[in-house]
T-cell receptor
Framework: DTEVTQTPKHLVMGMTNKKSLKCEQH?????MYWYKQKAKKPPELMFV???????INESVPSRFSPECPNSSLLNLHLHALQPEDSALYLC??????????????FGEGSRLTVL | AQSVTQLDSHVSVSEGTPVLLRCNYS??????LFWYVQHPNKGLQLLLK??????LVKGINGFEAEFKKSETSFHLTKPSAHMSDAAEYFC???????????FGGGTRVLVKP
């Protein structure tokens, strides 16, 4: 199984809502990532988890809250978002530590629209 | 610091003709370089990777790339374009310290019948 599964594929939310994006992989990877991608732009790194611990936070606003409940799951909790947060949110996974060669496996993304 | 520059934001080719996507990198050490492809409304898929072994790297779907240290380039080629190659292509450099991929700006490929 070489898939990274993201749910939901599409999400529309108001600025006062609380929602979550979910990501799952069963490749035994111990590094997981959240990226944000605006239209016609490359992905931008948001968070990295390594061995279920947050290792990188790219100065992301606190209205985005990541969570890694176990080695297969990664969540992104959303609260009080702004319309400019509308984007494609990509999850990825890879080997961790010295086994990490930079080869990431990406999900198909969750397209978020904030009204 | 390391960076990646994709020299063309758009490339248009006819089906059956060669494709060339140009990428230059800047890195203070021997880099790990990748090409990823993103089809419309999809995630990214790894096409190929260079990790200091052979300088000519073969990938999926007939793509290949050549690492040229003297030119700091990692251009992607395919001898004969197919309609299914229409997508966005990203050249990427990997920094092991920090688990960070640095993306180029992307090249959108249009394939004309």
């Amino acid at each position: 199984d070489t898939e990274v599964t993201q749910t939901p594929k599409h999400l529309v939310m108001g600025m006062t809502n609380k929602k979550s994006l979910k990501c799952e992989q069963h490749m035994g990877h111990r590094a997981m990532y959240w990226y944000k991608q605006k239209a016609k732009k490359p992905p931008e790194l948001m968070f990295v988890y390594s061995y279920e611990k947050l290792s990188i936070n790219e100065s992301v606003p606190s209205r985005f809250s990541p969570e890694c409940p176990n080695s297969s799951l990664l969540n992104l909790h959303l609260h009080a978002l702004q319309p400019e947060d509308s984007a494609l949110y990509l999850c990825a996974s890879s080997q961790a530590g010295i086994r990490n060669t930079g080869e990431l496996f990406f999900g198909e993304g969750s397209r978020l629209t904030v009204l | 610091a390391q960076s990646v520059t994709q020299l063309d934001s758009h490339v248009s080719v006819s089906e059956g003709t060669p494709v060339l996507l140009r990428c230059n990198y800047s890195s203070s050490y021997s880099p790990s370089l990748f090409w990823y492809v993103q089809h419309p409304n999809k995630g990214l898929q790894l096409l190929l990777k260079y990790t200091s072994a052979a300088t000519l790297v073969k990938g999926i779907n007939g793509f290949e790339a050549e690492f040229k240290k003297s030119e700091t380039s990692f251009h992607l080629t395919k001898p004969s374009a197919h309609m299914s190659d229409a997508a966005e292509y990203f050249c990427v450099v990997w920094k092991a310290a920090g688990n960070k991929l640095t993306f180029g700006g992307g090249t959108r490929v249009l394939v004309k019948p």
